[in-house]
């Protein structure tokens, strides 16, 4: 038989994280035996070359899964099933697709980003617009992303607070701030000092500074404005004039107002923003395929 799609692959592979603690590559090899795939179906690759077709769907399956809080991860490269994800075994599914994950409202918000990437555009008569090949090449490109950020703030939310605030550190410096990684390091140093998670100077001799406050919130967990307030009191502290305010979840309207009206200037980041920009400037991902697209060269035929 073909290699399943990932949706097929999706009730396997709860039921094998409902077992305990499981490893992404073992359950691989588990899930060929199961479906008695080939030698040659086992090793069958993406385009890319670099993952087998049945490891992508996998790890697929198990996103899907996690966004509908069935699955969660334990450590780097294992996951296991939560208590809703039994209670839903425990009902003896016959199939759990993307239709059955529908029911679960965290789920429903992860779709809704993907739902309103590929949603044809109208033209003014109130006709639908049939997409051409290359906007259908960067709708699917929005969709892998939206999937990607999502997975990027779990990630922060499992690590420690000073892994975030490493990492929130790494990201200003790979935008540009601070220098070398080197003098970010050190303005890591202080880190905790007074509400203040991390400083990097401008320049070489510090004269110029932005200090940092990380918040690893839960996503419906918000941000308000007494947190906002409480940030200026102590760059107020610092005699520092800007700083970056980074959460996972988002800011309230009245958190940014507050930063707004403000004398001192403070750039509220949230957890869209956020893995957004690490995305953009490869803090904590990589490229896992390149698509060359190529058209004709009409200087080339013009010399016909």
Same mark, same amino acid.
């Given at each position: 038989?073909?290699?399943?799609?990932?949706?097929?692959?999706?009730?396997?592979?709860?039921?094998?994280? $409902?077992?305990?603690?499981?490893? #992404?590559?073992?359950?691989?090899?588990?899930?060929?035996?199961? %479906?008695?795939?080939?030698?040659?179906?086992?090793?069958?690759?993406?385009?890319? =070359? *670099?993952?087998? &077709?049945?490891?992508?769907?996998?790890?697929? $399956?198990?996103?899907?899964?996690?966004? @509908?809080?069935? +699955?969660?991860?334990?450590?780097?490269?294992? %996951?296991?099933?939560?208590?809703?994800?039994?209670?839903?075994?425990?009902?003896?599914?016959?199939?759990?697709?993307?239709?059955?994950?529908?029911?679960?409202?965290?789920?429903?918000? %992860?779709?809704?980003?993907a739902r309103d990437a590929v949603e044809d555009t109208s033209d003014t008569t109130g006709e639908l617009v049939e /997409?051409?090949?290359?906007?259908?090449?960067?709708?699917?490109?929005?969709?892998?992303?939206?999937?990607?950020?999502?997975?990027?703030?779990?990630?922060?939310?499992?690590?420690?607070? &000073?892994?975030?605030?490493?990492? #929130?550190?790494?990201?200003?410096?790979?935008?540009?701030?601070?220098?070398? *990684?080197?003098?970010? =390091?050190? @303005?890591?140093?202080?880190?905790?000092?007074? =509400?203040?998670?991390?400083?990097?100077?401008?320049?070489?001799?510090?004269?110029? /500074?932005?200090?940092?406050?990380?918040?690893?919130?839960?996503?419906?967990? =918000?941000?308000?404005? $007494?947190?906002?307030?409480?940030?200026?009191?102590?760059?107020?502290?610092?005699?520092?004039?800007?700083?970056?305010?980074?959460?996972?979840?988002?800011?309230?309207?009245?958190?940014?107002?507050?930063?707004?009206?403000? @004398?001192?200037?403070? +750039?509220? +980041?949230?957890?869209?923003?956020?893995?957004?920009?690490?995305?953009?400037?490869?803090?904590?991902?990589?490229?896992?395929? &390149?698509?060359?697209?190529?058209?004709?060269?009409e200087d080339f035929f013009a010399s016909e």
């Amino acid at each position: 038989m073909a290699v399943p799609d990932f949706q097929t692959l999706m009730l396997p592979v709860l039921k094998a994280a $409902a077992d305990g603690e499981v490893k #992404i590559s073992d359950l691989v090899d588990k899930l060929a035996e199961e %479906f008695q795939l080939t030698e040659e179906e086992r090793r069958e690759l993406l385009p890319s =070359g *670099r993952q087998t &077709t049945l490891a992508n769907r996998a790890g697929w $399956a198990r996103t899907y899964l996690a966004k @509908a809080g069935l +699955v969660k991860p334990t450590r780097r490269g294992y %996951f296991e099933a939560t208590d809703r994800g039994r209670r839903v075994l425990a009902g003896n599914p016959g199939r759990i697709d993307t239709r059955f994950l529908s029911q679960f409202p965290e789920f429903e918000e %992860f779709r809704k980003a993907a739902r309103d990437a590929v949603e044809d555009t109208s033209d003014t008569t109130g006709e639908l617009v049939e /997409r051409t090949p290359d906007e259908l090449l960067r709708v699917t490109h929005r969709q892998i992303e939206n999937a990607l950020r999502a997975e990027l703030l779990d990630r922060l939310l499992e690590a420690s607070p &000073t892994f975030f605030e490493n990492t #929130i550190v790494n990201l200003l410096v790979s935008m540009g701030y601070g220098g070398s *990684r080197e003098d970010a =390091g050190r @303005a890591i140093g202080r880190s905790g000092d007074n =509400g203040l998670d991390g400083v990097i100077d401008q320049d070489a001799l510090g004269l110029d /500074r932005v200090y940092i406050q990380a918040k690893r919130y839960k996503l419906d967990n =918000g941000v308000g404005e $007494a947190e906002v307030r409480g940030f200026a009191g102590s760059l107020e502290g610092a005699k520092a004039t800007k700083g970056v305010l980074v959460t996972t979840s988002y800011f309230t309207p009245q958190a940014r107002a507050f930063a707004e009206k403000i @004398a001192r200037r403070i +750039v509220l +980041v949230d957890g869209q923003q956020l893995a957004h920009l690490m995305i953009k400037h490869d803090v904590g991902v990589r490229i896992e395929e &390149t698509l060359h697209i190529k058209k004709i060269d009409e200087d080339f035929f013009a010399s016909e």
